[in-house]
């Protein structure tokens, strides 16, 4: 099969996890018979760099006419004082909401291998983590009006938190659905107990419900949810969520399994055409100097096989060979424990090159 691939190498250590993520790609291909042409484009800081914009139409449109894009992380300290709509974020924000991908599935899942770099308690841990927080990505708070203006002689702001019935409708389903195919359990979380859009969200999610019998779905306040996180991971199975308790959960969640270098993610709206990115940031403080792990960004090329291109076996490949080389003791610092350990400690590229000999 031939697939076009727009490749966002990002900011900071995007780069050096893309590179590696690609190599991985190039190995499935060569298996496989497969051809994979990536088309390099500039989104975040590098496109402010370049074009004075986070992400100019043309990237945009290059993104919409590929079968998928593969994203590292960006932003960084060095675009922290430009103004807001001109971030390297903005041009993030933008990607999602031009390629409309409403529904961002983060797992959160504890690599046998890597229990120990959990900072839970192995009673908490072995009861087992499992689950995925399913986001709403494009609407809430970081879409709706943002503005500062001066009153009575004070900077005042504003974020508007604004979610329709059928934009919660739209991502609830992908949460049912989700939960359909696998243990059935479905946690919607909000904060009804002060916010309008979460009394709506609440209403729809119950309402979907009745299409969803076989699904048990069940309500959590989302200050609740970040303390059940940490207390019994083991009670979730999918989680769906507004945009920012979200994306602030997600990073919970990622922690508990031993670290956010491990995450991948996968945004998709109503076609194939996905956003693959690790869920963590671009990590300036580490670039440059290939110790990042690149997992996440392996992780999230084979979602992209699974869930964009319908190839299972493809897909399944890679997470093998990455669970085969943490059982061979490569470790990046993330998730190196300490002390005398009997492991390897590697960097970015060799833990790339270690994956690509176990994908045969
Ligand atoms: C994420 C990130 C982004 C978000 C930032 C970089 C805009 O934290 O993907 O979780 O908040 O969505
Ligand atoms: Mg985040």
């Known amino acids: 099969m031939e697939k076009k691939i727009a490749v966002i190498?990002?900011?900071?250590?995007?780069?050096?996890?893309?590179?590696?993520?690609?190599?991985?790609?190039?190995?499935?291909?060569?298996?496989?018979?497969?051809?994979?042409?990536?088309?390099?484009?500039?989104?975040g800081g590098a496109a402010i760099d370049a074009?004075?914009?986070?992400?100019?139409?043309?990237?945009?449109?290059?993104?919409?006419?590929?079968?998928?894009?593969?994203?590292?992380?960006?932003?960084?300290?060095?675009?922290?004082?430009?103004?807001?709509?001109?971030?390297?974020?903005?041009?993030?924000?933008?990607?999602?909401?031009?390629?409309?991908?409403?529904?961002?599935?983060?797992?959160a899942k504890i690599w046998k291998q890597l229990a120990n770099a959990s900072p839970l308690k192995p009673a908490i841990v072995e009861k087992g983590i499992d689950f995925i927080i399913v986001r709403?990505?494009?609407?809430?708070?970081?879409?709706?009006?943002?503005?500062?203006?001066?009153?009575?002689?004070?900077?005042?702001?504003?974020?508007?938190?604004?979610?329709?019935?059928?934009?919660?409708?739209?991502?609830?389903?992908?949460?049912?659905?989700?939960?359909?195919?696998?243990?059935?359990?479905l946690c919607s979380v909000e904060k009804s107990n002060v916010l309008d859009s979460s009394r709506l969200w609440k209403k729809v999610m119950h309402k979907l419900a009745e299409e969803y019998p076989e699904v048990e779905l069940s309500d959590m306040l989302v200050d609740n949810c970040a303390m059940q996180i940490v207390k019994d991971p083991s009670q979730f199975d999918v989680i769906v969520t507004e945009n920012m308790f979200g994306d602030i959960l997600s990073d919970e969640a990622s922690m508990i399994t031993g670290s956010i270098g491990m995450i991948p993610s996968s945004s998709l709206g109503s076609g194939t055409c996905g956003l693959y990115e690790p869920i963590h940031g671009s990590a300036p403080d580490i670039a440059g100097q290939d110790i990042a792990n690149p997992i996440g960004t392996i992780l999230a090329a084979a979602m992209m096989l699974r869930f964009s291109f319908d190839m299972p076996k493809e897909a399944d490949d890679i997470e093998n060979a990455v669970s085969k080389?943490?059982?061979?003791?490569?470790?990046?610092?993330?998730?190196?424990?300490?002390?005398?350990?009997?492991?390897?400690?590697?960097?970015?590229?060799?833990?790339?090159?270690?994956?690509?000999?176990?994908?045969?």
């Not at 080389?325 to 790339?352: A, H, Q, V, Y």
């Open 136 to 185: 709403e990505l494009t609407g809430g708070i970081y879409f709706g009006e943002h503005k500062t203006e001066s009153v009575n002689g004070e900077q005042v702001s504003t974020d508007i938190l604004k979610y329709s019935e059928s934009e919660i409708a739209r991502i609830g389903r992908i949460g049912f659905e989700t939960a359909a195919k696998r243990r059935k359990k």
């Open 325 to 360: 080389t943490l059982d061979l003791g490569f470790r990046t610092g993330d998730i190196m424990p300490k002390g005398e350990n009997g492991l390897t400690l590697c960097g970015c590229s060799k833990m790339g090159e270690e994956i690509i000999k176990n994908i045969g």
């Open 51 to 107: 074009y004075g914009d986070p992400l100019p139409p043309e990237m945009l449109s290059k993104c919409r006419r590929s079968d998928s894009v593969l994203l590292g992380a960006v932003g960084g300290p060095k675009w922290n004082d430009v103004p807001g709509d001109k971030r390297p974020e903005k041009g993030l924000l933008r990607l999602r909401a031009g390629l409309e991908v409403f529904s961002n599935n983060r797992p």
């Open 9 to 43: 190498r990002g900011d900071g250590i995007g780069p050096e996890i893309v590179g590696q993520a690609l190599k991985v790609l190039d190995a499935v291909a060569v298996k496989y018979g497969h051809r994979f042409i990536y088309e390099d484009v500039l989104m």
